[in-house]
């Protein structure tokens, strides 16, 4: 789970209304999201019609084309294989989009890679690489 922070500042913010237009020009209500430098976190309504996987297939392939058109990185810009989706019951949307809010600070105390690991172990997870256990 190794990942490259190859985001600053400006261009995660760039990127941050990029990805809120673009989902809400292809229907799909983002209620919040939050670019770090080397992942997103987006709390999004999946409309009918429409799959976890193709949401990720249009979010990731159109905004690496959108940060290459735009010059936001140095090099060619391409999102790491994989993505990680969870449906949210109604009561806790609130308490997701305020941990989503709060990545910044959050990922001061954790890396992305140590949260992850934590997460999936936690909920008995297996991630899309690991061996069946």
Not at 80 to 104: C, K, M, P, T, W
Request: hydrophobic content about 40%; overall charge neutral; aromatic content about 12%.
């Amino acid at each position: 789970m190794s990942r490259e922070r190859v985001l600053n500042k400006k261009a995660a913010a760039e990127l941050f209304r990029y990805l809120d237009e673009y989902a809400g020009e292809q229907g799909v209500y983002m209620k919040i999201n939050f670019v770090n430098p080397d992942h997103v976190h987006a709390l999004i309504d999946l409309p009918t019609g429409f799959s976890a996987e193709k949401v990720v297939q249009l979010l990731k392939g159109s905004s690496s084309h959108w940060v290459n058109s735009n010059d936001l990185v140095t090099g060619k810009f391409a999102w790491g294989r994989g993505y990680g989706a969870f449906s949210v019951s109604h009561s806790n949307v609130d308490l997701v989009a305020r941990y989503i809010a709060e990545q910044e600070e959050h990922h001061r105390v954790r890396s992305f890679a140590e949260e992850l690991r934590e997460f999936i172990d936690r909920h008995g997870l297996r991630w899309y690489d690991e061996p069946r256990r």
